[in-house]
């Protein structure tokens, strides 16, 4: 491993107040691990309950898994029956349980929730590069009663033979929701799309796209380091310092810059003939969007398929609301 500080890009903790931080800290009481620098700077603990590795959390992971959890399900239900096969991938699955740390409650990670499905799919692959992440997510696909349809598989997403390595795993006719969690850019490259894209050409994306880490790297006073590249990287994008936004006075706008990042991702999928995703926005406090949860279909019922299972959020009241109520 190499020392943390080198690694750690934007972790949730430096956008989070002292005081969620210290509460949460004093109530994460699994056996506490530390960091994991190579894996991606989350806090690992022991799991209470099958003393496992755990992935430590904050609050806003569990609307991210709300939202996955009601796509996977609704799609598993419309599609069954429909094609010949219906596929799952995970290509950063975690180990498969969570603690969240602001109140110590430990969860089902993606992998099993996607596995206890009431109409589960017919072939799981779960992959991550971590080796005890993998260890700890096969003995738990292990015990779940639908585990037989998974494999587990340690692989780096940015590799070329990886992904296709578990591209192979499905045969034509099959409909694949493939669900992309990279927690930073450097997790991820446009090549990793890309390449599931085209391998898999009946693939539904569910993507975490993290606009506000992509913001600080791109704009970041390294603008021109290590972050920078990573997040070109990200997006598919040879010098992605030209999305930033500028206002008239010349002051950066970072909200701007994340519209910016948006749009151009959402071209990129579509040169990859998925249309305009579905979108939502993870806020990590009111108003600061932290990352954005994309699905990306080719086919617009999948797009109708995410917005009944996750329909979009009214509007936040305005001050004319309800004017037309007045005397
Ligand atoms: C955000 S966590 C996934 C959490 C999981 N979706 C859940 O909700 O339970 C991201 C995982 O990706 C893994 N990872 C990071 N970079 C990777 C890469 N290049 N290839 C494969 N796995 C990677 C990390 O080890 C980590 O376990």
Redesign the pocket.
């Known amino acids: 491993m190499g020392g943390s500080s080198e690694y750690r890009l934007f972790s949730v903790d430096d956008l989070l107040s002292n005081e969620v931080l210290q509460a949460g800290q004093a109530t994460a009481r699994g056996h506490h691990l530390g960091t994991r620098p190579d894996?991606?700077a989350?806090e690992m603990y022991l799991s209470r309950e099958d003393g496992l590795l755990v992935?430590g959390v904050w609050p806003h992971?569990a609307r991210k898994?709300w939202m996955v959890s009601r796509i996977i399900d609704v799609v598993s239900r419309a599609m069954t029956g429909k094609w010949g096969q219906l596929g799952y991938i995970?290509?950063?699955?975690?180990?498969?349980r969570?603690l969240d740390r602001s109140t110590s409650k430990e969860l089902p990670?993606?992998?099993v929730e996607a596995l206890r499905l009431s109409t589960p799919f017919d072939r799981y692959v779960f992959?991550?590069?971590?080796e005890d992440?993998v260890t700890a997510l096969r003995q738990r696909c292990d015990q779940e009663p639908m585990g037989s349809r998974s494999r587990v598989f340690q692989?780096?997403?940015?590799e070329i033979d990886h992904l296709e390595r578990v591209a192979r795993q499905f045969g034509r006719g099959t409909l694949v929701i493939a669900?992309l969690?990279?927690?930073r850019p450097r997790?991820?490259t446009w090549h990793t799309v890309q390449t599931l894209a085209n391998r898999l050409p009946t693939v539904d994306l569910i993507i975490n796209l993290p606009v506000h880490s992509l913001q600080r790297a791109i704009s970041g006073p390294h603008g021109r380091n290590a972050e920078a590249h990573a997040a070109g990287a990200f997006l598919g994008h040879p010098e992605p310092s030209d999305l930033m936004h500028w206002d008239r006075t010349h002051a950066h706008q970072p909200q701007g810059t994340m519209d910016a990042i948006r749009g151009f991702y959402d071209r990129q999928l579509q040169s990859l003939g998925f249309l305009p995703p579905a979108r939502r926005i993870v806020e990590i406090t009111p108003g600061v969007p932290y990352y954005d949860v994309l699905y990306a279909s080719r086919h617009p019922l999948g797009v109708n398929l995410w917005n009944k299972a996750n329909p979009p959020e009214p509007p936040p009241p305005s001050l004319l609301d309800g004017l037309d109520q007045l005397p």
Do not use: I
Request: charged residues 30%.
């Open positions: 894996l991606d989350a992935r992971s898994s995970e290509l950063y699955s975690g180990p498969g969570l990670g993606s992998p992959c991550d590069f971590d992440c692989g780096d997403a940015k669900y969690d990279p927690a997790d991820m």
